[in-house]
């Protein structure tokens, strides 16, 4: 009934809005009318609502379950969300979506329902895990779901009978092979309005106990940076002998402020007898390191490290008769040293990925996961570049963690592409069928200007729509937010992607609340970097996300070659008539707090903070340097990994009267009355 409605409707409308520019060709004569709409106006698709949900919770099951039901989702949502695949053992949004749902503990009777919708199945390599990727973007093409060669077994027989369309077992002999022979047989039919980025596969979930059985055997009581406790350390392992190995864990003594362990070299004896002596970085390492988790080692460094929640341990293997192991370790900074008998989970053992993959398939979009530092993988990468339009998004994430973060904007950015770092988000197919409500008018007070030390508060990552739909959420829940007014970078392009987490946030804010966009504007990108002559267009293109959302005071990132770099007056320029700017912020190291560009358009110079002690000590220094006889401005970047609002409270109670703490709103028309700038 609801299809036939559908295409009733689409006649009658001459089909004008329903597809976009052809990217949703039917596949034959019984391809359902999907409800997805895309518009050359739109930068991404718009879903049917949701009018009742089947959920399938997944969040315990193993990576190919996930990766199945992601798919199936994909099929099924492109008609009508219908599907909604539980992931987080925790998730708020399934109330807030305010949409009759059923929860199946068993994920299998949810597939088992719409098993009739779907054409067949792809099973995907286990022995080249990016052949799930190619799969992925088969799925989409060919109306179908991804399969492990074991779920296959399952799936061709009783009661699914579904029919193998593809099998990639086999087919590829490197990731590279996989790759060009999706470019070269799969790209020209998936839409080219949109990229995805995915690593095939995730590390397995470590439970909370993984680590229960180390022991501290030291940790540095003092939140050094300097590197002046430098020095080798010698440690007695012998209480750990026992079992086949002894493991050695280094992690972060002060995790909320990104100074972990420093590790240089590391030997180890067994009753005086070398049986492991490497330097970090080498090849020698490679032998003794169990699970390098979040750690680095970065190209022309001398140490290993991990900071925030990550860490690195490496397994020694003394024979049984050993009576004594010994270890001299040459690291320095903010270390945790812990030891055991007993072998953990590593997080080097993986199992399939399957968040974001529903819209992917939905879209009919090409899924790659290649590297900028590999040369063949980038040359590859910027072929793909190269045939989308200026201003395409880029949905996913990069390899290699920070370092491929900036390599990977940087490149995105050089051909007018911008970033949406969302490869943990969840049910974009359902989140893009909810609709936008009218926003409450933000109340700004018409502040007098004094001679005060003004200061406004940003949490940053809002340009990241999985950090807007979990991590934000839990910081927007802190009981003491609200009371210290605060600036919340967020994604612009939720307006597309998730209209009910938009709304959210805008319905719940305070007065202290002020959503504003994350690096750089609609969706992340280094401006400097960015062709000069598409920039002004797609500044003008996309100003309305800005616009409908209320997001006016974009914090801009702006580098080049790794390293953040002034704004040129051209840029300023830019971004000040097609934004329509009052101010912006900017990250960098620059003296000035504030500097005005083009004579009209304040930027101001964000200092980022991790700890409640950074921001007292940055808010005391400017009080050092101020005379008293003109107002000060002070932008303070939260690191929103590591502080929550409670922390912002700590430090504003701290504070004297000579400080006032202001919204970027209220910020920026002080500044402009301070330099004497039109309104």
Same mark, same amino acid.
């Given at each position: 009934?609801?299809?036939?409605?559908?295409?009733?409707?689409?006649?009658?409308?001459?089909?004008?809005? &329903?597809?976009?520019?052809?990217?949703?060709?039917?596949?034959?004569?019984?391809?359902?009318?999907?409800?997805?709409?895309?518009?050359?106006?739109?930068?991404?698709?718009?879903?049917?609502?949701?009018?009742?949900?089947?959920?399938?919770?997944?969040?315990?099951?193993?990576?190919?379950?996930?990766?199945?039901?992601?798919?199936?989702?994909?099929?099924?949502?492109?008609?009508?969300?219908?599907?909604?695949?539980?992931?987080?053992?925790? #998730?708020?949004?399934?109330?807030?979506?305010?949409?009759?749902?059923?929860?199946?503990?068993?994920?299998?009777?949810?597939?088992?329902?719409?098993?009739?919708?779907?054409?067949?199945?792809?099973?995907?390599?286990?022995?080249?895990?990016?052949?799930?990727?190619?799969? +992925?973007?088969?799925?989409?093409?060919?109306?179908?779901?991804?399969?492990?060669?074991?779920?296959?077994?399952?799936?061709?027989?009783?009661?699914?009978?579904?029919?193998?369309?593809?099998?990639?077992?086999?087919?590829?002999?490197?990731?590279?092979?996989?790759?060009?022979?999706?470019?070269?047989?799969?790209?020209?039919?998936?839409?080219?309005?949109?990229?995805?980025?995915?690593?095939?596969?995730?590390?397995?979930?470590?439970?909370?106990?993984?680590?229960?059985?180390?022991?501290?055997?030291?940790?540095?009581?003092?939140?050094?940076?300097?590197?002046?406790?430098?020095?080798?350390?010698?440690?007695?392992?012998?209480?750990?002998?026992?079992?086949?190995?002894?493991?050695?864990?280094?992690?972060?003594?002060?995790?909320?402020?990104?100074?972990?362990?420093? &590790?240089?070299?590391?030997?180890?004896? @067994?009753?005086?007898? !070398?049986?492991?002596?490497?330097?970090?970085?080498?090849?020698?390492?490679?032998?003794?390191? /169990?699970?390098?988790?979040?750690?680095?080692?970065?190209?022309?460094? #001398?140490?290993?490290?991990?900071?925030?929640?990550?860490?690195?341990?490496?397994?020694?293997?003394?024979?049984?008769?050993?009576?004594?192991?010994?270890?001299?370790? =040459?690291?320095?900074?903010?270390?945790?040293?812990?030891?055991?008998?007993?072998?953990?989970?590593?997080? =080097?053992?993986?199992?399939?990925?399957?968040?974001?993959?529903?819209?992917?398939?939905?879209?009919?979009?090409? !899924?790659?996961?290649?590297?900028?530092?590999?040369?063949?993988?980038?040359?590859?990468?910027?072929?793909?570049?190269? #045939?989308?339009?200026?201003?395409?998004?880029?949905?996913?994430?990069?390899?290699?963690?920070?370092? *491929?973060?900036?390599?990977?904007?940087?490149?995105?950015?050089?051909?007018? &592409?911008?970033?949406?770092?969302?490869?943990?988000?969840?049910?974009?197919?359902?989140?893009?069928?909810?609709?936008?409500?009218?926003?409450?008018?933000?109340?700004?007070?018409?502040?007098?200007?004094?001679?005060?030390?003004?200061? +406004?508060?940003?949490?940053?990552?809002?340009?990241?729509?999985?950090?807007?739909?979990?991590?934000?959420?839990?910081?927007?829940?802190?009981?003491?937010?609200?009371?210290?007014?605060?600036?919340?970078?967020?994604?612009?392009?939720? /307006?597309?992607?998730?209209?009910?987490?938009?709304?959210?946030?805008?319905?719940?804010?305070?007065?202290?609340?002020?959503?504003? @966009?994350?690096?750089?504007?609609?969706? /992340?990108?280094?401006?400097?970097?960015?062709?000069?002559?598409?920039?002004?267009?797609?500044?003008?293109?996309?100003?309305?996300?800005?616009?409908?959302?209320?997001?006016?005071?974009?914090?801009?990132?702006?580098?080049?070659?790794?390293?953040?770099?002034?704004?040129?007056?051209?840029?300023?320029?830019?971004?000040?008539?097609?934004?329509?700017?009052?101010?912006?912020?900017?990250?960098?190291?620059?003296?000035?707090?504030?500097?005005?560009?083009?004579?009209?358009?304040?930027?101001?110079?964000?200092?980022?903070?991790?700890?409640?002690?950074? *921001?007292?000590?940055?808010?005391?220094? @400017?009080?050092?340097?101020?005379?008293? =006889?003109?107002?000060?401005?002070?932008?303070?970047?939260?690191? @929103?990994?590591?502080?929550?609002?409670?922390?912002?409270?700590?430090?504003?109670?701290?504070?004297?009267?000579? /400080?006032? &703490?202001?919204?970027?709103?209220?910020?920026?028309?002080?500044?402009?009355?301070?330099? *004497?700038? +039109?309104?």
């Amino acid at each position: 009934m609801i299809i036939r409605k559908l295409a009733i409707l689409c006649i009658s409308l001459v089909c004008s809005t &329903v597809l976009s520019a052809g990217a949703f060709a039917a596949d034959d004569a019984s391809m359902e009318v999907n409800a997805l709409k895309w518009p050359e106006s739109q930068a991404l698709p718009t879903f049917g609502k949701a009018k009742s949900l089947d959920v399938a919770n997944v969040s315990e099951e193993p990576g190919d379950i996930k990766l199945l039901l992601t798919t199936l989702e994909g099929i099924i949502n492109r008609v009508q969300p219908r599907v909604y695949v539980q992931q987080n053992k925790e #998730d708020p949004w399934l109330k807030d979506l305010q949409v009759p749902f059923k929860q199946h503990d068993n994920a299998m009777d949810v597939f088992k329902k719409y098993a009739k919708e779907i054409k067949g199945i792809i099973i995907y390599d286990p022995d080249l895990p990016d052949s799930i990727n190619v799969a +992925t973007t088969l799925a989409g093409l060919e109306n179908a779901v991804v399969a492990s060669p074991e779920l296959a077994e399952q799936l061709t027989a009783a009661p699914y009978k579904l029919p193998v369309l593809q099998d990639l077992q086999g087919k590829f002999k490197s990731r590279m092979d996989a790759y060009n022979w999706q470019y070269e047989n799969l790209w020209s039919q998936t839409t080219q309005r949109m990229l995805v980025g995915l690593s095939p596969n995730t590390s397995i979930p470590i439970p909370p106990d993984n680590f229960d059985s180390f022991q501290t055997i030291d940790m540095e009581t003092e939140q050094l940076r300097d590197a002046s406790n430098r020095k080798t350390y010698e440690y007695d392992l012998s209480p750990y002998l026992g079992n086949e190995a002894v493991y050695l864990r280094f992690q972060d003594a002060f995790p909320q402020d990104g100074w972990g362990p420093a &590790v240089h070299q590391i030997t180890v004896k @067994a009753d005086g007898q !070398v049986i492991a002596d490497f330097k970090t970085g080498s090849v020698e390492e490679e032998e003794f390191l /169990y699970d390098r988790q979040g750690s680095k080692f970065l190209p022309g460094s #001398d140490h290993r490290f991990a900071d925030n929640g990550n860490y690195f341990v490496y397994e020694f293997k003394p024979s049984a008769e050993t009576e004594q192991l010994t270890v001299s370790i =040459e690291m320095w900074n903010q270390f945790k040293v812990s030891a055991s008998h007993m072998k953990p989970l590593s997080s =080097e053992e993986k199992e399939p990925f399957g968040y974001l993959r529903d819209y992917a398939v939905a879209n009919k979009a090409m !899924v790659f996961w290649l590297s900028t530092s590999v040369p063949e993988e980038k040359e590859l990468f910027e072929k793909i570049l190269s #045939d989308v339009q200026p201003g395409t998004p880029y949905l996913g994430w990069f390899d290699n963690d920070v370092e *491929g973060e900036v390599a990977g904007v940087d490149l995105t950015s050089r051909h007018s &592409v911008y970033v949406l770092p969302s490869d943990w988000f969840h049910n974009m197919t359902v989140f893009a069928g909810t609709k936008v409500k009218q926003a409450p008018t933000p109340i700004r007070s018409n502040l007098k200007l004094e001679n005060k030390i003004y200061v +406004t508060y940003t949490f940053g990552e809002g340009d990241n729509l999985q950090y807007d739909q979990n991590h934000m959420r839990y910081l927007w829940d802190d009981p003491n937010r609200g009371k210290v007014p605060i600036n919340w970078t967020s994604s612009p392009l939720l /307006y597309d992607a998730a209209p009910a987490i938009l709304n959210y946030y805008r319905s719940t804010a305070t007065d202290n609340d002020l959503l504003v @966009a994350g690096p750089s504007g609609a969706g /992340y990108f280094y401006p400097q970097v960015w062709p000069q002559e598409t920039f002004a267009e797609f500044l003008k293109k996309s100003y309305s996300y800005l616009k409908h959302t209320g997001m006016s005071y974009p914090y801009v990132l702006n580098r080049e070659s790794g390293r953040d770099v002034p704004l040129s007056e051209a840029i300023a320029a830019a971004y000040e008539k097609y934004y329509k700017l009052q101010g912006l912020f900017l990250a960098g190291e620059e003296k000035d707090n504030i500097i005005i560009l083009n004579g009209s358009l304040p930027v101001s110079m964000m200092r980022g903070i991790s700890t409640v002690q950074d *921001g007292k000590n940055v808010l005391a220094d @400017a009080k050092k340097d101020w005379d008293g =006889e003109s107002p000060i401005f002070i932008s303070i970047g939260l690191n @929103a990994w590591g502080m929550t609002p409670s922390d912002v409270l700590a430090i504003t109670e701290s504070l004297g009267p000579e /400080y006032e &703490v202001v919204k970027a709103d209220e910020y920026f028309s002080l500044v402009r009355k301070a330099y *004497g700038l +039109t309104k």
